[in-house]
């Protein structure tokens, strides 16, 4: 792909001629990679999700948009509503970089409701003449008529003393009547940090400091920080940038994770365990949650990553919206489930029981690449058991579960066109429990496998050939017995 000058990275969408635009949209339009059931940008680059709510009776979701190629530039929100998290209204561009301090492009933020209005906290770029950052934070208004209306001046105007301009992401919660966000940051030693702020009027935030964790060198920037309180255990998500890979764990390029525990919010204490990886595949990034219609928590990510060309960049576009996800603690360990609305997009209902050894490998033939599957494990005699969707002669995604480890792997290596640069084709996790469940949502170019119901999940783009349609099981040794409950999901593109 060409190499894009800053200049036309920063040109703003409303001063390209409609012509471009128009020829831009058809080429996209065209792409073979096109999702179906998955938000993706119009045109450009999509990006981390932002201003994730259920207000007033309608769910809006916005995303990070570069509108003019498959890059990272002038960023604006593209916002969409939903009265079901399945079909989508398209707003359009909510928020754009209209002002000196978002000059060079609004950034992620949050939405929150205050005095019966609904408000959005985001971060402004601007870059001065030698192109120093400077990241200030700011609060729209959206009016009765679903208007922007920008505060006049920034809510926090500068990082705290000790921070760089590396100051985003802001997360807007209340507790008790008080306002609070926190802010993805960096500090002078070069270290990702979490800084909390409050507020009682939402105009005049206080400094507060630094949430306290035990990961002091835990990488050089914390980016999408978010809190909650999920069934009795306090919650901190952040996407850490700079962490070295640990075996199995942290093979992309920048994670995104979790710690849990309890959190004294006027302390900035958290005490905490581990950090854990939401997703196990290859592309999940910047994660942000809000509380649905019947007061579950639920989750949206990037399914993509940055500083990585994808293959549907030369088509003009890049990157979707994972699908939303319910978040439940159950036995202390964090579950992700799809939601269940997600139901109304079966169609056409298929269900097949039968064995698999390593004889038998055409389990399970079908043609199609948009679908459900659930694959229930009945009986398990086999030491690995191979699982392959999006396959052909030349080409396959395979799952590999090994009983003895309880490991489960991603292998995209014969998938088709991948990402660049890729530095691994596999991902592993390790199972709390013997697999007895995959649940795949599988699209145009995309997959994800949700592990015994919800135990895991492993996300990832894959850009396969029209032909590479086949579902496959076999086992290394010994027997496996399976039902196979096929979906197809209705082709409604967004």
Same mark, same amino acid.
């Given at each position: 792909?060409?190499?894009?000058?800053?200049?036309?990275?920063?040109?703003?969408?409303?001063?390209?001629?409609?012509?471009?635009?128009?020829?831009?949209?058809?080429?996209?339009?065209?792409?073979?990679?096109?999702?179906?059931?998955?938000?993706?940008?119009?045109?450009?680059?999509?990006?981390?999700?932002?201003?994730?709510?259920?207000?007033?009776?309608?769910?809006?979701?916005?995303?990070?948009?570069?509108?003019?190629?498959?890059?990272?530039?002038?960023?604006?929100?593209?916002?969409?509503?939903?009265?079901?998290?399945?079909?989508?209204?398209?707003?359009?561009?909510?928020?754009?970089?209209?002002?000196?301090?978002?000059?060079?492009?609004?950034?992620?933020?949050?939405?929150?409701?205050?005095?019966?209005?609904?408000?959005?906290?985001?971060?402004?770029?601007?870059?001065?003449?030698?192109?120093?950052?400077?990241?200030?934070?700011?609060?729209?208004?959206?009016?009765?008529?679903?208007?922007?209306?920008?505060?006049?001046?920034?809510?926090?105007?500068?990082?705290?003393?000790?921070?760089?301009?590396?100051?985003?992401?802001?997360?807007?919660?209340?507790?008790?009547?008080?306002?609070?966000?926190?802010?993805?940051?960096?500090?002078?030693?070069?270290?990702?940090?979490?800084?909390?702020?409050?507020?009682?009027?939402?105009?005049?935030?206080?400094?507060?400091?630094?949430?306290?964790?035990?990961?002091?060198?835990?990488?050089?920037?914390?980016?999408?920080?978010?809190?909650?309180?999920?069934?009795?255990?306090?919650?901190?998500?952040?996407?850490?940038?700079?962490?070295?890979?640990?075996?199995?764990?942290?093979?992309?390029?920048?994670?995104?994770?979790?710690?849990?525990?309890?959190?004294?919010?006027?302390?900035?204490?958290?005490?905490?365990?581990?950090?854990?990886?939401?997703?196990?595949?290859?592309?999940?990034?910047?994660?942000?949650?809000?509380?649905?219609?019947?007061?579950?928590?639920?989750?949206?990510?990037?399914?993509?990553?940055?500083?990585?060309?994808?293959?549907?960049?030369?088509?003009?576009?890049?990157?979707?919206?994972?699908?939303?996800?319910?978040?439940?603690?159950?036995?202390?360990?964090?579950?992700?489930?799809?939601?269940?609305?997600?139901?109304?997009?079966?169609?056409?209902?298929?269900?097949?029981?039968?064995?698999?050894?390593?004889?038998?490998?055409?389990?399970?033939?079908?043609?199609?690449?948009?679908?459900?599957?659930?694959?229930?494990?009945?009986?398990?005699?086999?030491?690995?058991?191979?699982? #392959?969707?999006?396959?052909? /002669? %030349?080409? +396959?995604?395979?799952?590999?579960?090994?009983? @003895?480890?309880? &490991?489960?792997? !991603?292998?995209?290596?014969?998938?088709?066109?991948?990402?660049?640069?890729?530095?691994?084709?596999?991902?592993?996790?390790?199972?709390?429990?013997?697999?007895?469940?995959?649940?795949?949502?599988?699209?145009?170019?995309?997959?994800?496998?949700?592990?015994?119901?919800?135990?895991?999940?492993?996300?990832?783009?894959?850009?396969?050939?029209? #032909?590479?349609?086949?579902? /496959? %099981?076999? +086992?290394?040794?010994?027997?496996?017995?399976? @039902?196979?409950? &096929?979906?197809? !999901?209705?082709?409604?593109?967004?």
């Amino acid at each position: 792909m060409a190499e894009w000058t800053r200049d036309e990275r920063y040109q703003k969408y409303e001063d390209v001629d409609q012509q471009t635009l128009d020829d831009l949209s058809a080429k996209v339009n065209e792409s073979k990679y096109r999702q179906t059931f998955h938000l993706q940008p119009k045109t450009g680059l999509l990006n981390d999700p932002n201003g994730l709510i259920y207000y007033d009776g309608t769910y809006y979701i916005s995303h990070q948009w570069f509108p003019l190629g498959p890059v990272h530039g002038l960023k604006y929100w593209y916002t969409y509503t939903s009265k079901d998290l399945v079909h989508f209204e398209d707003v359009g561009t909510s928020l754009k970089p209209d002002t000196k301090d978002d000059s060079h492009g609004v950034y992620s933020g949050s939405a929150f409701e205050y005095n019966n209005h609904m408000y959005y906290m985001y971060t402004a770029n601007h870059r001065d003449e030698d192109w120093n950052r400077i990241s200030t934070q700011h609060i729209a208004k959206i009016n009765a008529e679903g208007e922007i209306e920008k505060f006049p001046k920034a809510v926090i105007a500068e990082p705290p003393f000790g921070y760089t301009q590396h100051f985003r992401d802001p997360k807007v919660f209340s507790k008790d009547g008080v306002y609070y966000a926190v802010i993805g940051a960096q500090n002078e030693q070069g270290q990702g940090r979490v800084i909390q702020y409050r507020s009682t009027d939402i105009v005049n935030w206080e400094f507060q400091g630094e949430v306290h964790t035990n990961l002091d060198s835990f990488g050089y920037m914390w980016e999408c920080p978010d809190y909650f309180n999920l069934d009795g255990y306090d919650m901190l998500l952040f996407c850490p940038q700079g962490i070295d890979g640990e075996g199995e764990r942290f093979k992309n390029i920048y994670q995104s994770g979790y710690i849990m525990g309890q959190y004294d919010i006027d302390n900035l204490t958290m005490n905490h365990g581990d950090f854990f990886e939401l997703d196990h595949g290859f592309d999940f990034y910047a994660p942000q949650t809000f509380i649905d219609e019947h007061g579950q928590r639920v989750l949206i990510g990037w399914m993509g990553l940055p500083e990585i060309n994808y293959p549907s960049d030369v088509d003009g576009w890049a990157h979707c919206l994972t699908i939303p996800r319910v978040l439940s603690i159950e036995a202390g360990n964090l579950k992700q489930r799809p939601v269940k609305s997600l139901e109304q997009l079966r169609i056409n209902k298929e269900t097949a029981l039968g064995y698999a050894n390593k004889f038998t490998r055409q389990l399970y033939p079908y043609e199609g690449r948009q679908y459900e599957l659930i694959i229930d494990i009945l009986e398990n005699d086999s030491t690995e058991v191979y699982f #392959e969707v999006r396959t052909s /002669k %030349t080409q +396959t995604t395979l799952i590999t579960y090994n009983k @003895k480890e309880q &490991k489960l792997t !991603l292998d995209r290596s014969e998938s088709g066109l991948l990402p660049d640069p890729v530095d691994n084709t596999t991902r592993t996790t390790y199972l709390d429990t013997p697999l007895t469940q995959l649940q795949l949502f599988i699209d145009t170019s995309s997959v994800e496998i949700f592990c015994n119901d919800g135990e895991r999940v492993m996300t990832s783009r894959i850009f396969t050939d029209d #032909e590479a349609t086949g579902i /496959k %099981t076999s +086992t290394e040794s010994g027997q496996v017995y399976l @039902k196979f409950t &096929k979906y197809d !999901l209705k082709d409604e593109e967004v």
